[in-house]
C-alpha cells in the first residue's frame, strides 16, 4: 500500500517518474526489453519489433490527436512518406542508418506541415476529411512519381547496416527500433512538461481561448502536425528497415484508421495509452489467429473466416471502448493499480 | 474533339452524380438532425445492396418484394443503430461519434463478408435494359433509370420536409435543439427518425449502384466519394448536396474518360482541399461563428 507522495519543490511535482517505486518498476521494465530477445522465439522478437514501430507511430498521432486536438487520418501517409525516403536513400545515395532515419521523420514532418496548413481555417471533422484527401494525393504520388517511388513496384532495398553490421534478421533489428522506440516515447513524454506541449494542450482544450492567452495557433498547429508527422516518417523508416521493401498498398487508409483505433482504444492524451493501445490493436489479430487455429479442427474452413472475423473485432473494438470505456485502457490500467495500492483497505 | 463522346460521358456523370446527391442527402439528414457525421454512409449503402441480394437472388423473392423488405430491413436497421450506438454518445466529442461511426462500418464489412463471402456478386436484373438515346447520344438504361428515381426520390424528400409534420419537426431541430424541445418537439424521437429515413435513402441507393455496377465488400469506397460531395456542398445544406453531387459525378466521369481511372480520385479529393481552403464550411453550408 501507498499513502502519498509528498512534493516539496515545483520540479518533484513535474518530475515524469516521482516516486522510487516507479523508478524501481522502470528499471525492471527496461532490463525485460534487454533480455526479451535472449529469451523469447523467433516470432515473438517479430511481434516486439512491429508493436514497437506501432507504438512509435501512434505515439505521433497522439501528440497531434490526443493532445493538440486535431484529427488526422493521414498518419499511414505520413510513414509512407518516411518509408519512402529511407528506401531511396538507402538504395540511392547509400547514407548511414541513423542519418536516413532521422531524414525520413524531417522529410515526412514536411509534408505534415503543408498538410497542416488548412487546419488554421478548418477544424474538427473538416480537418479529419482534408486529411484524407491528402493521403489519397500522397497515394496517387506514390504509385505515379516512378522515377523515384518506383511507381506500383514500389521499392526494394538492401538490408540496413550499423557499425559494420548487417541487419537482416528480426532480433539484429530489435536492437535498433527497440531503443529508437523508447527515445521518441520518452521525447513525447517529456514534450508535455515544456512550454511548447503546454501550448499544444491549451489549444486543445480551446483555440480560440488559447489565441487570446498569446499562443500562436498556426505556428503551434503547424509544428504538431510536423512532430506528429515526424514521428510518423521514423516509424515508417524503422517499418521499411524491417520489410525491406515498400509499395504504394503497404499503407492505405485503413492504416491510418488503425492507429486513430490503437489510441482511442488505448486512451486519448495520454502516453501510456498509444503504447498500450498500438500494443493491444497489433496483438489482437494475433490472437485472432491463434485462436482460429486452435479451432480448425472443428470448424470448416476457419482459415477463411479470419479475415471477415478480423474486420468484425477491430470495428467492434472501437465501438466498444468508444462506448464503455471513453477513456480507454490508460483508464483500466490506473483503476487497476489504484487498487493495488489501496488494498487491503479499500477493495 | 468529338462532341458526341463528350456528352455521352457527360450524360453518364451526370447520371452517377444523381447516385451521389441521394446518397449525400442522407448523410446530410443525419447531419442536420443529429450533428453526428456518418462515415458508414457507404457502408450502409452496401449493405442495402447485400440485403436486397439476399432476398432478390438468396430468397428468389419478386423484385417489389424484395425492395420494399430492403427498405424496411434499413429502416429497422438505422433505428437500432441510434438507439444502441449513438444515442448513448450523446453530449461525447464530435470526434467520438465519428470514429464510432468509422467502427461501425468496418463490423459491417465484417459482416457482408461473413455471409456472403469477399467476391464481388451481381444483383438480379430488374432495371430496364433497352439502350437510350438522348438525341445522338447513348445513355445506358440503368444509369438513366437509376438518375430518375434518384430524382424522384429527392424531390419527395423536399416536399416531406416542407409539409409533413415529422419534417417540419426535423428542421426545426436541425434549427435549435433546445428551443425545438421546449415546443413540444420529441428530440430524441426526431433522432431516430433522421437515421430511419437516412438508412432507408442509402439503401435504396446502394440497390440502385448495385444494380449499374454490382454489389462488392468495397462498394464502401463509394461513401468516400460521398464525403467529398457533402463536403464541398456544405455539410448542413440538401441543395449543396445536390449540387455537389451532380458536379462530383460529372467531374468524376470527365477525368476518369479523359485523364484515366485512377486520376478520378485525385481529381475529386483536391478539388475538396481548394474548397476546404477557399471556403472552409462548404459551398452552400452555414458558417458558424465562434463564441467562447
Known amino acids: ?347 | 474533339m468529338d462532341w458526341l463522346f463528350l456528352a455521352e460521358v457527360s450524360l453518364a456523370g451526370i447520371g452517377a452524380g444523381g447516385l451521389y446527391a441521394l446518397t449525400g442527402l442522407a448523410f446530410v439528414l443525419i447531419y442536420k438532425a443529429t450533428r453526428v457525421v456518418n462515415l458508414a454512409i457507404g457502408e450502409i449503402l452496401m449493405l442495402g445492396g447485400y440485403v436486397f441480394f439476399g432476398f432478390a437472388a438468396g430468397l428468389a423473392l419478386p423484385t417489389w418484394l424484395a425492395i420494399l423488405l430492403t427498405l424496411a430491413v434499413a429502416g429497422l436497421f438505422g433505428g437500432v443503430v441510434e438507439r444502441l450506438l449513438i444515442r448513448p454518445m450523446l453530449g461525447e466529442s464530435p470526434i467520438s461519434v465519428f470514429m464510432l461511426t468509422i467502427g461501425l462500418g468496418s463490423i459491417l464489412v465484417g459482416v457482408v463478408e461473413l455471409l456472403w463471402g469477399a467476391n464481388p456478386l451481381q444483383l438480379p436484373d430488374y432495371m430496364p435494359n433497352t439502350p437510350l438515346f438522348i438525341g445522338e447520344a447513348y445513355v445506358s438504361a440503368k444509369v438513366a433509370t437509376a438518375f430518375a428515381v434518384a430524382a424522384v426520390t429527392v424531390v419527395a424528400f423536399l416536399l416531406l420536409f416542407r409539409f409533413w409534420r415529422g419534417g417540419v419537426a426535423l428542421r426545426a431541430t436541425a434549427g435549435d435543439q433546445a428551443a425545438a424541445y421546449s415546443m413540444g418537439i420529441d428530440v430524441p424521437r426526431v433522432f431516430s427518425l433522421a437515421w430511419v429515413i437516412a438508412c432507408i435513402t442509402a439503401a435504396a441507393s446502394g440497390m440502385l449502384v448495385g444494380a449499374i455496377g454490382g454489389i462488392s465488400p468495397t462498394m464502401g469506397v463509394f461513401g468516400l466519394s460521398v464525403l467529398v460531395v457533402v463536403i464541398v456542398g456544405g455539410l448542413d445544406s440538401v441543395l449543396g448536396a445536390m449540387v455537389a453531387g451532380l458536379f462530383i459525378g460529372l467531374l468524376e466521369a470527365l477525368t476518369g474518360a479523359f485523364l484515366g481511372g485512377e486520376f478520378k480520385m485525385l481529381a475529386t479529393f483536391t478539388l475538396l482541399v481548394a474548397v476546404l481552403v477557399v471556403r472552409p464550411y462548404g459551398l452552400f453550408g452555414t458558417h458558424e461563428i465562434e463564441r467562447l
Open chain 1, 1 to 347: 500500500m501507498r499513502i502519498g507522495a509528498a512534493k516539496q519543490t515545483y520540479a518533484a511535482d513535474e518530475a515524469l517518474f516521482d516516486t522510487t517505486v516507479q523508478r524501481a518498476w522502470l528499471i525492471g521494465l527496461f532490463a525485460l526489453l534487454a533480455v526479451f530477445p535472449f529469451m523469447a522465439g523467433p516470432y515473438w522478437v517479430y511481434m516486439a519489433c512491429l508493436v514497437a514501430i506501432n507504438i512509435a507511430s501512434a505515439t505521433g498521432l497522439n501528440i497531434l490527436t490526443g493532445y493538440t486536438g486535431l484529427v488526422s487520418l493521414g498518419q499511414a501517409a505520413f510513414m509512407g512518406v518516411g518509408a519512402y525516403t529511407v528506401a531511396w536513400l538507402e538504395v540511392n545515395v547509400g547514407t548511414p542508418l541513423p542519418l536516413n532515419l532521422i531524414l525520413g521523420g524531417v522529410v515526412a514532418g514536411l509534408a505534415g506541415m503543408v498538410v497542416g496548413v488548412p487546419s488554421l481555417r478548418v477544424k474538427g471533422l473538416y480537418l479529419a476529411i482534408a486529411t484524407i484527401a491528402a493521403s489519397v494525393i500522397l497515394h496517387f504520388v506514390f504509385s505515379h512519381w516512378t522515377a523515384v517511388t518506383g511507381g506500383v513496384s514500389g521499392l526494394t532495398m538492401p538490408p540496413g547496416s550499423l557499425f559494420g553490421l548487417t541487419l537482416d534478421e528480426p532480433h539484429e533489428l530489435y536492437w535498433v527500433i527497440v531503443p529508437v522506440t523508447v527515445l521518441m516515447v520518452f521525447g513525447a513524454a517529456n514534450l508535455f512538461r515544456t512550454r511548447i506541449g503546454r501550448a499544444f494542450i491549451a489549444i486543445r482544450d480551446r483555440d480560440i481561448s488559447a489565441e487570446v492567452l498569446g499562443i500562436r495557433l498556426l505556428r503551434f498547429k503547424l509544428l504538431s502536425f510536423a512532430l506528429s508527422s515526424f514521428y510518423a516518417g521514423v516509424a515508417g523508416g524503422l517499418w521499411v528497415y524491417f520489410f525491406r521493401v515498400v509499395t504504394p498498398e503497404s499503407f492505405p487508409l485503413v492504416m491510418s484508421i488503425f492507429f486513430l483505433a490503437a489510441i482511442i482504444v488505448g486512451g486519448m492524451g495520454s502516453i501510456l495509452g498509444a503504447i498500450l493501445g498500438a500494443a493491444f490493436m497489433t496483438m489482437v489479430p494475433e490472437a485472432l489467429k491463434l485462436v482460429v487455429g486452435w479451432m480448425s479442427p472443428w470448424v470448416p474452413d476457419a482459415v477463411a473466416l479470419l479475415s471477415p472475423v478480423r474486420t468484425i473485432v477491430f470495428g467492434g473494438l472501437i465501438v466498444l471502448f468508444l462506448i464503455f470505456e471513453p477513456q480507454g485502457l490508460a483508464e483500466v490500467w490506473r483503476r487497476v493499480r489504484r487498487f493495488f495500492h489501496l488494498w487491503p483497505f479499500k477493495t
